[in-house]
């Protein structure tokens, strides 16, 4: 029983809240209830990559909407397969699994790779070692692969078959060779650990390793995928290919949907029965999904943002070298963070209350920035104007 003088909300305190209400956003724009407009410069958390009720996936959305919006994956939903194809076709992977969400897309991955060491690589107990500082979920088994303390307090027993090594340490290449795991899981810029670019030298080491070693490389690319570091998926820009990638954030353009994504020697220990999801790739979620890639791949949207991105870390640069209370500006592409003095959350307050910008933490002295893709250049020039005010 709740003591009686106090409101019980509703809905379980899992977050801590900003203290606005966003009732409407278009492109790099979002309003409150009390008609107050912000700069939105978190995406939905990377997740609104063309930014928000974006024309082409609107369009798609609505049209589907008058059709079926679910039927259940025991049916053919070509919009499903034609996701799949765009998928394929733009990446080293070959088939897809579709789900709703980031953690079950990493779920997906855990999965198979434990089959692929049972199937083919004969272990008993197939061993998936992941990174410290990594963030790959919040259900029991993604929750066991996060290699942070926080994330895990008060879950015990965690979910078996993890072990953590350092991120971008010479050392971890040895140890795994040495420990044999059916598959190694890791982000290219860890997002929630604090934005932290991989070393390009280290993953080719490490993908070189996997391969010698007979290791899945499996790319957590739920906040680095749909464009968000400047390619389509953050491993082309290291020249590696992964046996199997995770996407969920960016993929929707705000409508919940996952997808795990392997090559064809692994996803062929997927069989009918080894796994499923009642809603993943349904005909509204595959739409969202499919007008989505279409309008990153056979669009200039990858160009733009990067020439956005171009203009936004060298401004930034300059504002490290003017303000003492930003020490380095890290990331890659539209997925940056500034490490501050003092706490995070107290710039992303006042940029919120005093310049209606918005962007978040990842940590407590992180403030990570997260423009759509499709921002223009005089939205990052009133972006600048605005930091320069938060950090005066
Ligand atoms: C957000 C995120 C997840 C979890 O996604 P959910 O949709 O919240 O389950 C997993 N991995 C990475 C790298 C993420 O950024």
Redesign the pocket.
Known sequence: MSNQTEILQPVMQTYGRFPITLVEGKGSYVWDDQGTKYLDYTSG?ATCNLGHVPEPVEKAVSEQLTKLWHCSNLFHIPVQEQLAKGLTDNSCGDQVFFCN????A?EAAIKIAKKYGHDVLKQDNPLIITFQNS????TMA?LSATGQQKIQDGFAPLTPGFEYLPYNDQEALQQLSERKPAAVLL?LVQ??GGVIPVDPDWIKKLSASCKENNILLMV?E??TGIGRTGKLFAYEHYQIEPDVFTL??GLGSGFAI?AMVAKEHVAKVFTPGTHGSTFGGNPMAATAGLATIKQVTENDVLEKANEAADIIWSNLEELVSKKSEIKSVRGQGLLIGLEVEGNAIDYVNKAREEQQLLIVVAGPSIVRILPPLTTTKSEVEQFIAKMDQVFS
Request: charged share 30%; hydrophobic share 25%; proline share 0%.
């Open positions: 958390i969400s980031g953690a079950e990493n963030f790959h979920g919040r993604t982000e997002g929630e957590d739920i906040q969920a954030k996952g």
